[in-house]
Structure formats: structure tokens, C-alpha cells
């Protein structure tokens, strides 16, 4: 299966969206936010990212554009709640700066799934798409 990574500063979501992947034979690591995350993902290769969108430090906007930056090829999937203000489609935001899928909380498990199972068939050929390899890869080294 694939390796995901979850990114979103409630830590229930996080334990409920990780025991769901799990259960479907995914391996699944976690961070509180999009500094986090990129860190993580300088140091280990993952298929997919699901990530929240209203979080402290680095919010899942930015946290999109620096992957996009870093690993164009990275399939994402954002996730939010609306946070604040409602009249804001953070969402819409998402899908614009290269969110493959999105998802309005409270979402139900096949739902995200469904959007999991749409995401990994485009990468999921016997390699990842980000890590330090690819990197290299990508700078022509």
C-alpha cells in the first residue's frame, strides 16, 4: 500500500484520518502543521499528503505551494473545516494551487477513501513521488 502523510494540528483528526488509513493497510506518518510536514518530507519518501488548510505556523495554502515548489509531482489532498470565516472557499483556494482532492470536515471515511484510492492510482507504480531521491532526481543529479 502507500506511505501518507497527514497534516493537521488537531491531533483527534489526525489519530482518526491515521487509524482509518491503517486499517486499509497504508503506512501513515503525521505533523502539526506544514513546517512539520516539510521536514518530515525531507527526510522520508511518501505517496500522498492529506492536509488540513486553517493550521498555525505554516497553513495548508502555503504548505501546497512550497510542495508544489519542491515536488510538483506530489499528489495532495486538502482537508478544512472553513476556520474562521465561511466566506472564504479555502477549499476552492486548494484545488487552484494544486490540490488533487478536497474535502469538507466533518467528512465521512469512504469519502476519503474514495479521494485516497483516485490520488494513489496515478503514483502508485512502484515508486514515490517526493523524498530526497527524487529530489537529486529532479535537479538533475
Known sequence: ??????????????????????????????????????????H???????TDIIMPEMEGIGTILELRKRYPAMKIIAISGGGRSRS???????????????????????????????CLDGCMEGRTVTGPAVRRADRGL
Do not use: C
Request: proline share 2%.
Open 1 to 42: 500500500m502507500a506511505k501518507i502523510l497527514i497534516v493537521d494540528d488537531d491531533t483527534h483528526v489526525r489519530y482518526t484520518i491515521t487509524k482509518a488509513l491503517k486499517t486499509q493497510g497504508h503506512d501513515v506518518v503525521e505533523a502539526g502543521n506544514g513546517r512539520i510536514a516539510l521536514d518530515v518530507l525531507g
Open 44 to 50: 522520508a519518501p511518501v505517496d500522498l499528503v492529506i
Open 88 to 118: 472564504v472557499d479555502f477549499l476552492s483556494t486548494a484545488r487552484q494551487f494544486g490540490a488533487a482532492a478536497t474535502l469538507e470536515k466533518p467528512f465521512a471515511i469512504d469519502d476519503l477513501t474514495k479521494a485516497v484510492n483516485k
